[in-house]
């Protein structure tokens, strides 16, 4: 910095001296920063000293604010991940340990005693299996979803009940990324794929209090409000229905547009708006603008049909939703409200629908039965699914003297049941020749063979034509509220029906006819209920079959352990891909963060040369400064006279 040249002219002593105290105390000013950036080792003391420089050290360092969280997150979610890897492994490593326990107990030189050691075995493998299943770290449970603060798993109606939650919990990484750090412990362990799935198309009919919002629309894209133009061919109106809220206001809006000859109506029928076109008139409809709506409803018509032609448009699709009435369901035929009877492990309860008027109360009723079955409205709309989130357990699905589970279609044992899935899936033995003989009172017998048959209705068809064949008088028919084949004697003999196996078959056992005849009837047992799937199931199924001496039932056990191990590895597999992704995200925030810093204290550190440099002219300046006014201040008017 250069001396501060003095004014020789003809000024004054005080504004000589004025002036030179700024300059001196500028330069002071100048030093006494340079001071402080030495000091401090900051360029920017103050936003004022650099205010563009400042605005963007304040911006980079409100980006390393969020980085920092995001490596937080990383850090913290990359551990919670890899804790989930480690009890997978535990996981993996029990389920070969149950594997190879089973396959050294099915040969037939086994002895029971031997099996029921290997069935303790098991015993401590579930014990084991259910302590990784509510493993927990910092009181975070692994597997509980979004309700992390509880255990998953409990015990539930004599088996293992999962009260966790599918949605996962998550933390932001980056700006535009938000990862779960969990794993579903319903996908791992099966938690909830015990599923009656409703086999009835319950779509309900539409009426005027039909709301918009739920009908999938006749092109199956739902309605979107809009402008319409309808015309007889004569006169021509706008209807806006943007805030057309149900059927009924489409209906009531349309007819109010006053286009004589035109009347609009919902048409449970048809499942849509009809409209009633009089002599003298030709209907078009016709959407305004980009608007959808005609043709959503069905209703849309571009070229009229013609005079007095009426127009039906196609059905709009309502779906189920907890307000829709019961009523309505089945397209109008609604269903049988005397309710049904849920069996699950120790449970039981009898769903009374009697006073319930909505889809919500149906679910209620199921959902606070106390039998731990969860009612949901399918995801189509169009049926209801019941859910058991207990494993080890069997659910059984009973009328309660009505059609109500016909209805719905949630009979667990009804005709269209496939006989490979009676019996937990074992099905039906096969031998050569026929498995099943039937006499009846009059001693007349007839054989029955399983061969070919697919269905509860074909077994039913086959026995009943095998009896009219014999001239037996026998008749088959599924009991219409227990679960189970009935077999009804007519014959009036002083005998009593019999039924036996034939050809070392088990067919008496498999298909429940093992009971009492009472009065001419034999009312077989339920051999269809609903079995509970997931690794605790299975676990529980080859227990159970190891101390049965079941060597089939350990067989099956056995392969759905194998698939759960499949499924345990696939799950591992993906959580360490994450746990990767964790670890190489937060090695690129790391580098970003150098660059950024190394930014940072461009703009705030100070440059230790180039300020000494600084420091030392302003120092020079200043004496200089100094000194050039000390000889200024002391001149005399005899030194201007020389």
């Given at each position: 910095m250069s001396i501060s040249p003095l004014n020789l002219g003809r000024i004054s002593t005080q504004l000589r001296g004025n002036m030179i105290s700024r300059s001196v105390g500028q330069q002071q000013r100048f030093l006494s920063d340079v001071q402080q950036e030495l000091t401090t080792g900051k360029r920017l003391s103050s936003p004022s000293k650099d205010a563009a420089a400042a605005a963007v050290s304040m911006q980079i360092r409100r980006l390393l604010e969020r980085r920092d969280a995001w490596e937080a997150n990383l850090q913290s979610s990359s551990t919670q991940l890899g804790q989930v890897d480690s009890s997978l492994e535990g996981l993996e490593t029990l389920l070969r340990d149950a594997l190879t326990t089973s396959s050294q107990n099915v040969g037939s030189d086994v002895t029971a005693d031997q099996r029921e050691s290997a069935a303790a075995v098991i015993d401590s493998i579930f014990s084991q299996v259910l302590s990784v299943g509510n493993k927990s770290l910092n009181g975070v449970y692994l597997f509980a979803g979004d309700r992390s603060t509880a255990p998953p798993f409990e015990d539930a109606a004599g088996g293992v009940r999962w009260i966790g939650s599918e949605r996962l919990l998550s933390n932001e990484v980056d700006e535009a990324a938000t990862l779960n750090f969990m794993?579903?412990?319903?996908?791992?362990?099966?938690?909830?794929?015990?599923?009656?799935?409703?086999?009835?198309?319950?779509?309900?009919?539409?009426?005027?209090?039909?709301?918009?919002?739920?009908?999938?629309?006749?092109?199956?894209?739902?309605?979107?409000?809009?402008?319409?133009?309808?015309s007889n061919g004569v006169d021509t109106a706008e209807v806006d229905l943007t805030n057309a809220s149900t059927l009924g206001d489409v209906e009531l809006q349309l007819n109010n547009a006053g286009i004589s000859g035109l009347t609009f109506a919902v048409d449970p029928t048809s499942g849509g708006i009809r409209i009633d076109v009089a002599p003298g008139a030709d209907v078009t409809i016709r959407d305004v603008g980009a608007g959808r709506m005609a043709a959503d409803l069905g209703i849309r018509t571009l070229i009229g049909p013609g005079d007095g032609v009426d127009v039906v448009g196609p059905a709009v699709s309502p779906r189920i939703t907890p307000l829709t009435p019961i009523s309505q369901l089945n397209d109008g035929a609604g269903i049988d409200t005397s309710g049904f009877v849920i069996r699950n492990g120790t449970t039981e309860a009898t769903i009374d629908l009697s006073a319930a008027t909505t889809v919500e109360d149906l679910l209620n009723a199921i959902n606070t039965s106390g039998t731990f079955v969860e009612a949901r409205i399918n995801a189509a709309g169009t049926g209801i699914d019941l859910v058991n989130a207990v494993q080890g357990i069997e659910m059984r699905l009973s009328e309660d003297g009505g059609s109500t589970l016909a209805d719905l279609g949630l009979r667990s044992f009804d005709t269209t049941t496939r006989l490979s899935n009676l019996?937990?899936?074992?099905?039906?033995?096969?031998?050569?020749?026929?498995?099943?003989?039937?006499?009846?009172?009059?001693?007349?017998?007839?054989?029955?063979?399983?061969?070919?048959?697919?269905?509860v209705q074909d077994l039913l068809n086959a026995i009943?034509?095998?009896?009219?064949?014999?001239?037996?008088?026998?008749?088959?028919?599924?009991?219409?509220?227990?679960?189970?084949?009935?077999?009804t004697d007519s014959a009036g003999g002083a005998g009593e029906l019999a039924v036996a196996n034939l050809n070392f078959s088990t067919a008496v056992t498999d298909l429940g006819l093992n009971g009492p005849v009472a009065g001419g009837v034999l009312s077989g047992t339920d051999v269809s209920p609903v079995k509970s799937e997931g690794i605790f199931a299975s676990l529980d199924a080859l227990r159970r079959a190891m101390r049965a001496n079941d060597q089939p039932g350990m067989t099956r056990a056995s392969e759905e352990l194998d698939l759960h191990l499949e499924r345990v590895t696939r799950v591992r597999g993906t959580v360490g891909a994450r746990v990767r992704e964790f670890e190489e995200r937060s090695e690129r925030l790391k580098d970003q963060n150098v660059a950024t810093k190394a930014l940072l204290s461009e703009l705030e550190d100070t440059d230790y040369t180039e300020a000494i440099v600084r420091f030392q002219t302003l120092q020079t300046s200043l004496q200089a400064s100094m000194q050039s006014a000390s000889t200024m201040l002391n001149l005399s008017l005899m030194d201007f006279l020389r």
């Open positions: 794993a579903s412990g319903s996908e791992i362990f099966g938690a909830t794929s015990t599923r009656v799935v409703g086999q009835n198309d319950l779509t309900p009919s539409v009426a005027a209090s039909t709301r918009l919002v739920d009908l999938r629309g006749a092109g199956a894209t739902g309605i979107r409000n809009g402008i319409i133009e309808i019996n937990n899936g074992a099905g039906l033995k096969l031998v050569e020749g026929a498995e099943l003989r039937v006499t009846d009172s009059n001693g007349v017998g007839f054989d029955v063979e399983f061969q070919g048959l697919e269905t009943n034509s095998a009896a009219t064949t014999a001239g037996a008088g026998v008749a088959a028919t599924l009991n219409a509220n227990a679960n189970g084949i009935v077999l």
